[in-house]
């Protein structure tokens, strides 16, 4: 077996270090090939492409020096003759004159690097004669120039205009003659240019031939030897590619025979761990894929025991309900009630999710959500739960708009609105079920508070109402305003119930006007001063028409006044009574 062991890690080495050589022929090949190509580049940008610039640049300054040319004449032929505006133009001149010079010598210097550089093929002999060409003709200007120059200003200082004409006709004649060569010249100049990059394409072409048939023959050399390799580990292979059938149907059991203590033998014991793994993995799933959320699965993993036992913690729970859909959805089809509401959760979910509640579950068109350990810290939970419901409060006009493209109509059959119950306080967790279906879940007083509080927007027509210990938790994270005291079944004494109006400084100029008026109103009623408290309720309906809550207490003052409570009356509204 050690033998085996030892051919077979010989064969991969061989099979390796054939690649490696050819590797590292074909990056031999390539840089050699890369390099000559990279001189012919080099060569074609840096010689023959700024060489034929020069020329094309050489027209533009012979034109440049003509009109600087004019410009003098037209200096001198003035009345007034301007001797510094002449001098200026003379200067432009001998400028343009100067450049047609540098232009034509750059010219001949890329030319004659091209001719003197033996590492790159080119026509020499055409190069020379392009060279001679770009001399003769600067020579030819130069003399015609020179001559015609001096006696043009001769004649102009004479004021012999008509034969100054006749001068500047022949400049522009030898000007004309000029450029004509030096576009036969730039002519020439460009088929050795393209000369060059087919030069270039034809390298690079054969680069990329002799790389694809090294690359080929790489590959069969591989293909050959992994044939040879492949007869003595088939075997194990295929019990590998059988366990792996099995894991793939689902089925964890199987195991595959350990026999060699080779590279295939390690992978063979590899694998057997791994189906270990996934019955684990399995089991765990079987025991938390019946949770909900992800964060729960993930913290009954961690804990466990809090799945068995259950324990009694400070949490804040949140109902959210959709008003009006009992009415919206009578006129629905149900493919349009379903698309409606799916809609509606998504957008709600959101909210909740992103500020790390948990959703404990969907009833009916209602949301119950929770915060609290072991998800988030002790302090956080109903800060968290009261900025997601500004969030989902804020999302309720664009849902609004959203429903009818949903269902296809130009306009709800009834309105729709959010109503949100907060209450904080102490719950039981744990898994709640049978032992085919299991819920984590919260229960306590805390869980029925916040779905009444749900309940009691309807009544004051308010959005989000959170209890006291809420309100107490919250601090002055969120604007709250104090709505009335609740007294709930089951409870001995009413508490405080509170409006969250939005997070810390978002009320506007009215809003806070509105809450000062309401505070001094509820004051006045629950001291029984009900002419006090109808004048700051109507100041509040001034300032925000629609105030659902100053509606509710001036309805309820109406009421007293027709039937007056007893002496025991502390104020309170008791939601049993409804």
């Not at 730039?186 to 390298?203: P, W, Y």
């Amino acid at each position: 077996m050690p033998l085996f062991n030892q051919s077979i890690r010989r064969k991969i080495v061989g099979i390796a270090l054939g690649l490696i050589v050819l590797m590292l022929v074909t990056s031999i090949l390539s840089m050699v090939m890369s390099s000559q190509v990279g001189v012919l580049l080099g060569e074609l940008t840096d010689r023959y492409i700024p060489a034929y610039g020069n020329l094309a640049r050489a027209n533009i300054r012979s034109l440049e020096r003509s009109v600087a040319l004019r410009r003098m004449v037209m200096m001198k032929m003035q009345d007034a003759s301007d001797e510094e505006a002449y001098a200026a133009r003379l200067k432009e001149f001998e400028e343009a004159d100067r450049r047609i010079e540098e232009e034509t010598s750059g010219a001949r210097k890329h030319i004659n690097a091209i001719i003197d550089d033996s590492r790159t093929p080119s026509d020499n002999a055409a190069l020379a004669r392009i060279d001679t060409r770009i001399e003769a003709t600067v020579s030819e200007l130069r003399q015609g120039m020179k001559e015609d120059h001096a006696r043009l200003l001769s004649q102009i200082d004479g004021k012999q205009m008509t034969e100054a004409r006749g001068t500047l006709e022949h400049l522009d004649m030898l000007r004309d003659q000029f450029n004509q060569k030096i576009d036969g010249i730039r002519a020439d100049m460009l088929k050795q240019v393209f000369a060059s990059t087919s030069t270039v394409i034809g390298r690079q072409h054969q680069a990329i031939i002799i790389s694809g048939a090294v690359t080929v023959l790489a590959a069969i050399v591989g293909f050959v030897f992994a044939l040879m390799v492949s007869s003595g580990i088939t075997r194990p292979v295929r019990l590998l590619l059988a366990g792996t059938r099995e894991v793939e149907a689902g089925r964890f059991d199987k195991t595959i025979t350990v026999s060699t203590q080779d590279e295939i033998g390690e992978l063979a014991a590899a694998f057997n761990r791994m189906t270990e793994q996934l019955r684990h993995n399995e089991r765990v799933r079987e025991t938390f894929g019946r949770y909900i959320d992800p964060k729960v699965v993930q913290g009954l993993i961690d804990r466990p025991e809090v799945a068995i036992d259950g324990q009694r913690r400070v949490m804040t729970i949140m109902f959210c309900d959709m008003s009006g859909f009992t009415s919206m959805s009578e006129g629905m089809t149900p493919r349009g009630l379903v698309k409606v509401m799916n809609h509606y959760f998504t957008v709600m979910s959101a909210p909740i999710r992103s500020h790390r509640g948990i959703i404990d579950k969907y009833i009916g068109d209602a949301i119950m959500a929770y915060w609290g350990p072991p998800f988030i810290e002790e302090d956080e939970p109903a800060l968290l739960a009261c900025f997601a419901a500004i969030d989902m409060a804020d999302q309720v006009p664009a849902l609004q708009k959203q429903l009818p493209d949903l269902l296809g109509i130009r306009a709800m059959p009834g309105p729709c609105d959010l109503r949100i119950g907060i209450a904080t306080g102490e719950v039981l967790t744990g898994s709640i079920g049978s032992e085919l279906m299991m819920s984590f879940t919260v229960m306590g007083d805390a869980v029925n508070l916040a779905s009444r509080l749900e309940l009691v927007n309807k009544v004051y027509g308010t959005r989000i109402l959170v209890s006291q210990a809420t309100a107490d938790a919250i601090g002055a994270a969120c604007e709250l305003r104090e709505i009335d005291r609740l007294a709930v079944a089951g409870q001995s004494a009413p508490q405080p119930i509170f409006e969250v109006m939005s997070k810390a400084h978002g009320l506007s100029v009215p809003q806070e006007s509105l809450r000062a008026h309401y505070a001094e109103g509820l004051a006045a009623y629950r001291a029984r001063r009900f002419d006090d408290a109808r004048t700051a309720f109507n100041a509040a309906l001034e300032i925000v028409q629609g105030d659902g809550p100053s509606r509710t207490l001036l309805a309820r003052i109406a009421q007293f006044e027709a039937d007056p409570p007893g002496v025991e009356w502390d104020g309170a509204w008791r939601l049993e009574q409804k």
